[in-house]
Nanobody, 126 residues
Framework: QLQLVESGGDLVQPGGSLRLSCAAS????????IGWFRQAPGKEREGVSC????????NYADSVQGRFTISRDNAKNTVYLQMNSLKPEDTGVYYC???????????????????WGKGTLVTVSS
């Protein structure tokens, strides 16, 4: 069974940090570019960050640039999103998604992704 599973979401205070993980099973993640997307309450889903198949190209939304870092460990079939200096506006459900042979030349198009996880909830609140 092919699936992506996100983990690491939690309740955290403003200024805090979290690391999200996206683990793949049933397929080799190194064939895929990976994107992190989020959906805040009452808002549309938006792209947060993405990483190329080998991890040599990354992209970030302006709202998270300098605070979030995406990385991957293909040997562990896992992609990570390190989130620092979290703000209340970072609250939302975070999803990872995979695009077969995807090319990172900007943010990946969510309409074009092949697999999605079910999401993990991040709440930033005091």
């Amino acid at each position: 069974q092919l699936q992506l599973v996100e983990s690491g979401g939690d309740l955290v205070q403003p200024g805090g940090s979290l690391r999200l993980s996206c683990a793949a099973s049933g397929f080799r993640l190194d064939y895929y570019a990976i994107g992190w997307f989020r959906q805040a309450p009452g808002k549309e889903r938006e792209g947060v960050s993405c990483i190329s198949r080998r991890g040599d190209s990354t992209n970030y939304a302006d709202s998270v640039q300098g605070r979030f870092t995406i990385s991957r460990d293909n040997a562990k079939n896992t992609v990570y999103l390190q989130m620092n200096s979290l703000k209340p506006e970072d609250t939302g459900v975070y999803y990872c998604a995979a695009k077969l042979f995807g090319v990172v030349a900007g943010m990946l198009d969510e309409e074009d992704m092949d697999y999605w996880g079910k999401g993990t909830l991040v709440t930033v609140s005091s």
